[in-house]
């Protein structure tokens, strides 16, 4: 059984030196039942430290911004042992602020519907197109990522915007934009759209960001972050 631990152990440790990044997992934590708010997660284990962390945000939708105390981050003072994705950490984040969660009406049972989920390993490059449809409303869409990078690996600092046109049953084609092209992030050197997910009821619609992040060892981080639209 010792053996056994050390060999488990050995590979998870092997995998992360190889990958040399610490990759974040997306949780759907669910809208308000009016989706004016929107709730989601992320977890990972830092690649050096194998410290498990966890962060949580809640998001206006219709002013597209984190309501106020809408973003709480948590990192445990000890590493995982073999087996451990690091998901307790969201779970201890969630637990503690239950109150949040409900002042802000957030139901775990309304999460988005998905219209569009990557499957492509993409480099984050500017440019992306993608097509979706929302067959329940009979509307089709086409979403133009467009990122502009400054400097590269960790001096790197960007931005990003989306395009997206709607064109209803009726014919009728309406262009919004989305994110907003001003904010600057630190580290950050691609972008590329993950999931497009609409509210159970009122159609809001948010856009899942995978974010890639060069870290000190080379490797790259990858973190994700929404932006929200009210149809």
Request: glycine letters at 12%; charged letters at 20%.
């Amino acid at each position: 059984m010792y053996k056994k631990v050390l060999f488990i152990a050995a590979v998870f440790l092997l995998g992360s030196f190889l990958w040399a990044g610490d990759t974040a997992v997306f949780v759907d934590l669910g809208f308000s039942p009016d989706g004016r708010t929107y709730m989601f997660g992320q977890y990972g284990i830092q690649s050096e430290t194998l410290r498990p962390w966890a962060d949580l945000y809640i998001v206006d939708v219709p002013n597209n911004n984190f309501v106020s105390g809408g973003r709480i981050s948590y990192t445990h003072d000890g590493s995982v042992v073999a087996g451990q994705d690091g998901s307790g950490a969201l779970y201890r984040l969630i637990a503690r602020n239950a109150a949040l969660a409900e002042r802000h009406n957030i139901g775990f049972l309304f999460q988005g519907q998905p219209l569009y989920v990557s499957l492509n390993n993409g480099s984050g490059s500017s440019g992306e197109s993608i097509e979706f449809r929302d067959f329940e409303k009979s509307a089709s869409f086409r979403a133009n990522l467009n990122a502009l990078v400054e400097g590269s690996g960790t001096a790197a600092k960007s931005s990003f915007f989306i395009n997206l046109e709607r064109r209803g049953s009726d014919g009728v084609v309406k262009n919004y934009t989305v994110g907003n092209p001003q904010i600057k992030r630190q580290g950050i050197t691609g972008y590329q759209i993950r999931k497009v997910m609409v509210a159970p009821k009122d159609g809001s619609i948010v856009f899942v960001i995978e974010m890639r992040k060069p870290n000190a060892s080379g490797g790259v981080d990858l973190r994700y972050m929404v932006e929200a639209l009210r149809l």
